[in-house]
C-alpha cells in the first residue's frame, strides 16, 4: 500500500511538474504574441464626422458608428451601478479576472459539452474589444485572461470602466452609453432615469435579443433583472425597484437631428475632408466649422422654398398630381410638403387628414390660389394631396414645384460662405445648384462689359444708339437681338443703359470695344475661356456660370475691386480639441497699396477704385430705377446688383449685395424649359434675394459710397453726354474718371429726348 501511495505521489508530482513546465512554456509562448497594454493609455476611438456652422450649430454627421466619448468623472453613479450589477458585480475586488466564474464556466463544459455564458469579466471585456479579435478559442482565451490581469496591474479601475462604457456596442449603430442615450433617448446621460439606465445597462449582454426598439418586451424583462440584481446588491431599495420596474418602455429610436438645415454644404464638406483623409474622414471624429451662418442658412432656405412656391402657385394647380390609388403611409414629406387625404369638403373648404392622422382644416385663403373658375377647390374625398406650414403656423394647399431654384451668400472681404442651398429638398435631388448647374447668366454678365467699357475710356454720361442691329439685310437666319421690351430707344447713356438693361447697347458697345478685351476682362474675373464665348452674344451672357461664380464677379464691387475666392471650411478640429487647420483667405483691403498687397495675405486688386467706384453707382441704380426696383422695399440706398433673364426666360437671376453680403437667387428648370412669360430675373429671382436680405441686412447701417481720389463729379446734359452750363434745366450731375471729363459745352441739346430718370438719380446717393 505504502508503495502504491508512492507512486502515486510521483505519478501526481510527475502530472503537476508537467503542467507547470507545459504551462511556463504555454505563457512564454502566448506572450511573445500578446499586444501592448500600453496602448490603451491613448484609444483612438472611430467617431464620426461632425459638421457645424460657425455659431456652432450641428449640420450633419457622417460615419457608420455613432459614439461620444465620455469620462468616468461625467457618468451618473446609478448608471456604473447598473452596468456593475449587470455585467460584473465582482469588478471593484477581482484582480481582472473571475476565477470563480471561470471554473463554473469550465465545470458546465466538462459536465454538458456546451460552452456557458459568464465568467467574462469587464476587464475581460475590455481586453476583447481593444486588444483581441472576437475569434472563439481557448488560445484567445488565455491570451484575454493574461492580458485582463496585466491591464488591473497597469491601469485604476475607473480607467478601466471608462473604456469599457465608451467602446460598447450597444444596438442599432450605436457605441459607448452616451450615443445609447441619445439614440434611444434622445437626452444626455444626466436625464436618464433608474428605469432607462437599467435598459442601457441591459444591452452589451445581447443588443439585438434586449432591444428596446426591436424587442421591447425582452429588453423590459432584462431591464427588470438588472434592476433586481441592483437591489440584492444593495444599489437601489425595494421602493426604487418597484416603480423603476413597472415603469413602460420610453425608448423610442432618436436620429441626431441638425440644429440646422444645410445638406447641400454639408455634402460639399463631406467631400472636401474625404478628399484630404480617406476613409479615416469617418472614424476620426474631426469636427469641422464651417463658415455658414446658422440664421442666414434658415433665412435662405425659406427664402428658395417660399420664392418656388410662389412661381408655382402662379401657374396653377395641376390636377395630375392627385393620386387616389398611392400608397399613402409610404409616401415621403418632400421639402416643406406633407402628404395629406381628403377626408372632406364643406363650405368649399377641405379637411385633410396627415399619415400621423393629426386633422386639418385648410382656410379659404390658403386655397384660394388654386380655385378655379368654379370658386371651388380642386379636390374630393379621397383625392391625396400636399400641404404645408406657412410662418404664421396655418396650414396651405401646396404642391412639389417642378422647378428649381439655388441661393448662396459670401462675405465679399474674404469669400467666406454664410448661407447656400443647392434646391429645393436635398434628399430627393443632390445636384447642387449653386456649384454644379452651368447656367446662361444672361444680364448679369453685363457688368462685365460696362466694367471693359469705362476701363476702355467710355463714361457713365457716353451714348451708344439704341437702334436695330442688322449687319446683312435680307438673310432670314441672321441673328437680330432686341431689347426684351421689344422697343428701341435711340441715344442712350451707359448709366441708363445698364440701370434698365438694354440689351443693344451691350451689344454695340461690345461691338465697338472688341470681343476680346471683354474676354480678358472675364478671364480676371474668374471665368475661364471654355465658359465665354468669343462672339457678341457674349454681351447678353450667352456662355455659362454657376451661382457661386457669379457670388464672386459681384464680390468683386462689394469690397473695392478685389478677386477673392470663395470658402466654407473655416477650421478642422481633432476630437480631442487640436486645431488641425484653419482657413486663411486672401482678403480684400481697399486701404492697401500695391506693395503691401504683394507682402501678405491680400486677395488681388482686379479693377482701380475708381472703376469699382463708377460700377457700384451704376449698379445701385438698378435697384433705385431700373430692373430691380422690388429691392426698394427694404428701404436702403446702400443695395445694388444686376437683374438676369436669359432667352425665352429659361433662366431668372438676381445678383445683389450690399459692402457686407452677396447674395444670389437662381430659379430655372433643370432640364432648361422656359419659364414662362414675364418670368425675368426681377419677377421670379428678386423676391428671393428680398426675403433673406431682409434678415441678413437687419441692424446694418448704410454705407454710402466714398468718392476715390481721381473721380469728380461735373454738370452734363443727358442728351449728349458733354458739359452744360448751370442755367440748363435738363442738366444733372454725373462722376467721371478726372481723365475723362467731357470738355465740350453745348448751350442747346437737340438730340433726341428720352427717360432721364436714371441720371438724375446720381445726386441722391449722395
Keep these: 500500500m505504502a508503495k502504491i501511495l508512492k507512486w502515486l505521489v510521483i505519478f501526481f508530482m510527475t502530472i503537476t511538474l508537467s503542467a507547470a513546465i507545459s504551462g511556463y512554456f504555454l505563457y512564454n509562448k502566448l506572450s511573445v504574441d500578446l499586444p501592448d497594454i500600453k496602448t490603451l493609455h491613448n484609444v483612438k476611438y472611430q467617431i464620426p464626422l461632425s459638421i457645424y456652422t460657425k455659431d456652432n450649430l450641428l449640420i450633419a454627421q457622417f460615419g457608420e458608428k455613432k459614439r461620444t466619448p465620455i469620462n468616468i468623472e461625467d457618468v451618473p453613479q ?17 484582480p481582472g479576472v473571475d476565477f470563480k466564474g471561470l471554473l463554473r464556466a469550465g465545470l458546465q463544459l466538462a459536465l454538458t459539452g456546451k460552452k456557458k455564458q459568464g465568467g467574462s469579466t469587464i476587464t475581460m471585456q475590455v481586453t476583447r474589444n481593444f486588444l483581441l479579435s472576437n475569434e472563439k478559442t481557448y488560445t484567445r482565451k488565455l491570451k484575454e485572461i493574461m492580458l485582463a490581469l496585466k491591464i488591473e496591474q497597469e491601469y485604476p479601475k475607473e480607467k478601466i470602466l471608462e473604456l469599457y462604457l465608451n467602446q460598447i456596442f450597444m444596438g442599432h449603430r450605436a457605441y459607448g452609453i452616451d450615443a445609447a442615450a441619445q439614440t434611444y433617448y434622445g437626452k444626455p446621460l444626466s436625464e436618464l432615469s433608474l428605469a432607462e439606465h437599467a435598459m442601457i445597462a441591459g444591452l452589451p449582454k445581447a443588443p439585438s435579443l434586449y432591444n428596446p426598439i426591436t424587442n421591447e418586451t425582452r429588453a423590459i424583462e432584462r431591464r427588470n433583472y438588472v434592476l433586481q440584481r441592483m437591489l440584492e446588491l444593495n444599489h437601489i431599495t425595494q421602493r426604487d425597484y418597484e416603480n423603476a420596474s413597472r415603469q413602460p418602455s420610453s425608448a423610442r429610436l432618436q436620429s441626431i437631428s441638425p440644429e440646422i438645415s444645410a445638406p447641400y454644404l454639408a455634402e460639399m464638406v463631406r467631400q472636401k475632408i474625404f478628399e484630404l483623409y480617406g476613409e479615416q474622414a469617418y472614424t476620426s471624429g474631426f469636427k469641422v466649422y464651417t463658415t455658414l451662418s446658422g440664421a442666414l442658412q434658415t433665412t435662405a432656405n425659406q427664402a428658395l422654398t417660399d420664392t418656388l412656391h410662389a ?10 398630381s392627385i393620386n387616389k390609388d398611392g400608397n399613402f403611409s409610404e409616401l ?3 421639402g416643406d410638403t406633407l402628404p395629406a387625404t381628403v377626408i372632406g369638403v364643406k363650405n368649399n373648404l377641405p379637411t385633410v387628414r396627415l399619415q400621423n392622422n393629426t386633422l386639418i382644416e385648410i382656410p379659404k385663403e390658403n386655397i384660394k390660389w388654386a380655385v378655379g373658375t368654379t370658386g371651388r377647390p380642386p379636390l374630393q374625398v379621397g383625392d391625396i394631396t400636399r400641404i404645408r406650414q406657412l410662418q404664421n403656423n396655418t396650414w396651405a394647399l401646396t404642391q412639389i414645384p417642378e422647378t428649381e431654384g439655388a441661393f448662396v451668400s459670401l462675405d465679399p472681404s474674404n469669400g467666406a460662405i454664410l448661407a447656400l442651398t443647392g434646391g429645393f429638398d436635398f434628399f430627393r435631388n443632390k445636384y447642387n445648384r449653386v456649384t454644379q448647374s452651368k447656367r446662361q447668366p444672361g444680364s448679369g454678365f453685363k457688368p462685365i462689359i460696362y466694367t471693359t467699357a469705362l476701363e476702355q475710356g467710355y463714361t457713365a454720361a457716353s451714348l451708344i444708339n439704341d437702334a436695330p442691329i442688322i449687319d446683312n439685310p435680307g438673310k432670314e437666319n441672321e441673328w437680330r437681338p432686341e431689347n426684351y ?9 451707359i448709366r441708363s443703359a445698364l440701370t434698365h438693361s438694354r440689351n443693344i447697347i451691350s451689344i454695340r458697345l461690345l461691338k465697338e470695344m472688341g470681343v476680346e478685351k471683354a474676354v480678358t476682362t472675364a478671364l480676371r474675373f474668374g471665368f475661364t475661356e471654355q465658359q465665354i464665348p468669343k462672339t457678341l452674344s457674349l454681351a447678353l451672357g450667352s456662355g455659362y456660370a454657376s451661382p457661386l461664380q457669379m457670388a464672386r464677379l459681384y464680390a468683386t464691387f462689394a469690397n473695392g475691386g478685389f478677386l477673392i475666392k470663395p470658402y466654407f471650411i473655416e477650421r478642422i478640429e481633432s476630437n480631442e480639441g487640436e486645431i488641425i487647420y484653419q482657413a486663411k483667405p486672401k482678403t480684400a483691403c481697399p486701404s492697401c497699396d500695391s506693395n503691401q498687397e504683394l507682402n501678405r495675405n491680400y486677395a488681388p486688386r482686379i479693377i482701380t477704385p475708381q472703376i469699382c467706384f463708377l460700377m457700384n453707382s451704376l449698379l445701385r441704380d438698378v435697384v433705385q430705377h431700373g430692373t430691380a426696383t422690388g429691392a426698394k422695399v427694404l428701404g436702403r440706398q446702400d443695395l445694388a ?7 425665352e426666360q429659361r433662366d431668372a437671376w438676381f445678383n445683389g449685395y450690399t459692402q457686407s453680403n452677396v447674395a444670389i437667387a437662381w430659379v430655372g428648370f433643370d432640364d432648361f424649359s ?5 418670368e425675368t430675373g426681377g419677377v421670379t429671382a428678386l423676391p428671393m434675394w428680398v426675403d433673406f436680405m431682409r ?5 446694418t447701417a448704410e454705407n454710402p459710397l466714398e468718392v476715390p481720389t481721381g473721380i469728380v463729379k461735373a454738370f452734363i446734359s443727358p442728351k449728349t453726354g458733354l458739359l452744360t452750363t448751370s442755367n440748363n434745366s435738363d442738366g444733372i450731375w454725373e ?17 433726341k429726348s428720352y427717360d432721364h430718370a436714371a441720371e438724375r438719380s446720381i445726386e441722391n446717393l449722395f
Excluded: C, M, W
Aim: net charge neutral.
Design 311 to 320: 412661381y408655382d402657385e402662379r401657374h396653377g394647380y395641376r390636377h395630375s
Design 695 to 699: 434678415t441678413a441686412l437687419k441692424d
Design 332 to 334: 415621403p414629406v418632400i
Design 674 to 678: 422656359p419659364l414662362g412669360n414675364r
Design 78 to 94: 446609478q448608471l456604473i451601478n447598473a452596468f456593475i450589477a449587470a455585467e460584473d458585480d465582482s469588478f471593484y475586488q477581482h
Design 641 to 647: 446688383g444686376k437683374t438676369g433673364t436669359t432667352n
Design 735 to 751: 462722376f467721371f474718371q478726372a481723365d475723362h471729363v467731357p470738355t465740350s459745352f453745348r448751350s442747346n441739346d437737340s438730340t
Design 485 to 493: 421690351s421689344k422697343r428701341f430707344y435711340g441715344p442712350t447713356s
